[in-house]
């Protein structure tokens, strides 16, 4: 297999893992609960995504190709979930940290005398999440739950539930009551009209929703990012370790010319 077949198929399967990640974004949303709905499938896939973009950066170790894998994935994301504005911003930053991600690893292998995959692997993993977070943020902030949000008046029930459970933890104990059905009573009185009141304060701010949701989901993810590098070294270095066993990829010993500061 020469270089440019092994070049085309790196392309040919980033597109086809790409395809499947925004498969699965279509359906990507906010949960009321839990933040984000993610399935387990949709997470090994992005994890095999990350490792095969940067492991490609590895083997052939050209910026250049940085705007093509760049523009493969970003251009299957705007074909599943639309040519809008805000999309084409984040198709944009996703270049830019490709490319940044190239370039950390073309130095990370031209500055050494022996390469270390592990470290080449580190340096380009964590650009590649970080630019496919914002992606992933960008859909969910077009997702149904963040336009219902937006256009409710009231918080999630689960939302109500927390007001109760701190009313009964901060007065519970001080509602007096002559049986425990009265004093329950009393704290749902409470809590409703506390929560009522919650509802009343920030009804003109649920138009904000969207953003704020999809900013805290950035940050969530960004928090978790170390957990997907190192998962994705992993499974990067497997994947390394398969084509070196099947002598896809080999290392040479090669004299190199360096440059000397002579004063």
Same mark, same amino acid.
Do not use: C
């Given at each position: 297999?020469?270089?440019?077949?092994?070049?085309?198929?790196?392309?040919?399967?980033?597109?086809?893992?790409?395809?499947?990640?925004?498969?699965?974004?279509?359906?990507?949303?906010?949960?009321?609960?839990?933040?984000?709905?993610?399935?387990?499938?949709?997470?090994?896939?992005?994890?095999?995504?990350?490792?095969?973009?940067?492991?490609?950066?590895?083997?052939?170790?050209?910026?250049?190709?940085?705007?093509?894998?760049?523009?493969?994935?970003?251009?299957? *994301?705007?074909?599943? !979930?639309?040519?809008?504005?805000?999309?084409?911003?984040? +198709?944009? /930053?996703?270049? %830019? $940290?490709?490319?940044?991600?190239?370039?950390?690893?073309?130095?990370?292998?031209?500055?050494?005398?022996?390469?270390?995959?592990?470290?080449?692997?580190?340096?380009?993993?964590?650009?590649?999440?970080?630019?496919?977070?914002?992606?992933?943020?960008?859909?969910?902030?077009?997702?149904?739950?963040?336009?219902?949000?937006?256009?409710?008046?009231?918080?999630?029930?689960?939302?109500?539930?927390?007001?109760?459970?701190?009313?009964?933890?901060?007065?519970?104990?001080?509602?007096?009551?002559?049986?425990?059905?009265?004093?329950?009573?009393?704290?749902?009185?409470?809590?409703?009209?506390?929560?009522?009141? *919650?509802?009343?304060? !920030?009804?003109?701010?649920?138009?904000?929703?969207?953003? +704020?949701? /999809?900013?805290? %989901? $950035?940050?969530?993810?960004?928090?978790?990012?170390?957990?997907?590098?190192?998962?994705?070294?992993?499974?990067?270095?497997?994947?390394?370790?398969?084509?070196?066993?099947?002598?896809?990829?080999?290392?040479?010993?090669?004299?190199?010319?360096?440059?000397?500061?002579?004063?």
């Amino acid at each position: 297999m020469n270089r440019q077949t092994k070049l085309i198929s790196w392309h040919v399967l980033v597109a086809f893992l790409a395809w499947k990640l925004w498969e699965y974004g279509k359906y990507a949303s906010f949960n009321s609960f839990t933040g984000v709905d993610l399935e387990p499938a949709s997470v090994l896939n992005f994890l095999l995504l990350i490792s095969v973009i940067v492991l490609g950066y590895i083997l052939f170790q050209q910026r250049r190709w940085a705007w093509t894998i760049g523009g493969i994935v970003g251009l299957l *994301f705007l074909a599943m !979930l639309g040519w809008t504005l805000l999309n084409l911003v984040a +198709v944009g /930053a996703l270049l %830019l $940290f490709n490319l940044w991600s190239a370039t950390r690893v073309r130095r990370e292998i031209h500055e050494r005398r022996i390469l270390n995959i592990v470290d080449a692997f580190y340096h380009g993993l964590l650009p590649v999440v970080l630019g496919l977070f914002i992606m992933i943020s960008f859909a969910a902030y077009q997702s149904p739950f963040a336009e219902e949000v937006k256009k409710t008046d009231r918080l999630p029930s689960q939302a109500e539930t927390i007001v109760r459970s701190i009313v009964e933890k901060t007065i519970g104990n001080k509602v007096e009551g002559t049986t425990p059905q009265q004093k329950q009573r009393a704290i749902d009185q409470v809590a409703s009209q506390t929560f009522q009141e *919650f509802n009343r304060i !920030l009804k003109p701010y649920f138009q904000y929703a969207p953003p +704020v949701l /999809a900013f805290g %989901l $950035f940050l969530i993810l960004w928090g978790l990012s170390f957990l997907f590098v190192w998962a994705g070294m992993v499974i990067g270095m497997a994947l390394y370790w398969i084509l070196k066993r099947f002598k896809v990829v080999r290392i040479e010993t090669r004299q190199v010319d360096a440059e000397v500061l002579v004063v």
